[in-house]
T-cell receptor, first 114, second 109 residues
Framework: DAMVIQNPRYQVTQFGKPVTLSCSQT?????MYWYQQKSSQAPKLLFH???????NEADTPDNFQSRRPNTSFCFLDIRSPGLGDAAMYLC?????????????FGPGTRLLVL | KNEVEQSPQNLTAQEGEFITINCSYS?????LHWLQQHPGGGIVSLFM???GKKKHGRLIATINIQEKHSSLHITASHPRDSAVYIC???????????FGEGTQLTVNP
């Protein structure tokens, strides 16, 4: 049973055309994370939500926004995708009950920018 | 210098071999994670360690807090073990993960 679901698995967009990636979870976890992973690199944290509290990483471009309308769903909006934004985008969740936590990852959405 | 370093970057083995992947870190941590990422992207958490040793099937993970070092061992390796193995740490005072660069493992039949 899928616990962290990402849609779509593959997304193609045009340069400059806004795109939204979706993540949902059935774990009722408090924390949801968005990572960007480029080829052969480690995942890079873009931002995370603790409940409704939004935490942006200092080096996340303004082009990237996020919304969490409820516990189950979190969206990543890329306002004007550039060629450099082509990457795998990973959503993850954790319980949010302590400092030592397993993160549960979704399958990722691979974004291609034409 | 990365705060979390893995070695080797790439590893090729024959089916049945014993495999070791190493991780060293330079920051204070509350936990260390070993993750597996298959082609296609999804990441699976294998272990979370704060001390000692854990075993799950053919996988064994150890950590030495004093030496700031962890190892992931795979016994009787199989082609389906081919994946990228990532070491990540929770730094003291935070739940966010700091990742190593990953080790690409290929097990040939």
């Amino acid at each position: 049973d899928a616990m962290v679901i990402q849609n779509p698995r593959y997304q193609v967009t045009q340069f400059g055309k806004p795109v939204t990636l979706s993540c949902s979870q059935t774990l009722n976890h408090n924390v949801m994370y968005w990572y960007q992973q480029k080829s052969s690199q480690a995942p890079k944290l873009l931002f995370h939500y603790y409940d409704k509290d939004f935490n942006n990483e200092a080096d996340t471009p303004d082009n990237f926004q996020s919304r969490r309308p409820n516990t189950s769903f979190c969206f990543l909006d890329i306002r004007s995708p550039g060629l450099g934004d082509a990457a795998m985008y990973l959503c993850a969740t954790s319980r949010g009950s302590g400092l030592q936590e397993t993160q549960y990852f979704g399958p990722g959405t691979r974004l291609l920018v034409l | 210098k990365n705060e979390v370093e893995q070695s080797p970057q790439n590893l090729t083995a024959q089916e049945g071999e014993f495999i070791t992947i190493n991780c060293s870190y330079s920051v204070g941590i509350s936990a260390l994670h070993w993750l597996q990422q298959h082609p296609g992207g999804g990441i699976v958490s294998l272990f979370m360690l704060s001390s000692g040793k854990k075993k799950h099937g053919r996988l064994i993970a150890t950590i030495n807090i004093q030496e700031k070092h962890s190892s992931l061992h795979i016994t009787a390796s199989h082609p389906r073990d081919s994946a990228v193995y990532i070491c990540a740490v929770n730094r003291n005072g935070g739940s966010r993960l700091t990742f190593g660069e990953g080790t690409q493992l290929t097990v040939n039949p």
